[in-house]
């Protein structure tokens, strides 16, 4: 095996377990249908402000986790 695909398999884990963890710390959706329209849920502050809050954080780490889980997949399929 290459260095390169051991380096790879390493971080390939790392984000895994990562985005595994942060996918588990966020809260449940649980509005059914009523969230669709957007009548489900109250506008409160924190609905307004979400992308400072704890949940604003974590779906920007999922965001960013995703890709790179797919870029790493990528690479590893390619290398090997």
């Not at 400072?52 to 790493?72: H, P, W």
């Amino acid at each position: 095996m290459s260095v390169l695909f051991i380096i790879l398999s390493i971080l390939f884990i790392i984000c895994t377990l990562a985005l595994v963890t942060i996918i588990l710390m966020q809260k449940k959706r649980s509005a059914g249908l009523g969230g669709l329209s957007g009548m489900g849920g109250s506008q409160t502050y924190w609905d307004r402000n979400k992308g400072r809050s704890l949940e604003g954080v974590l779906e920007k780490y999922t965001k960013v986790g995703g890709v790179l889980f797919f870029i790493l997949s990528l690479a590893l399929c390619i290398i090997k």
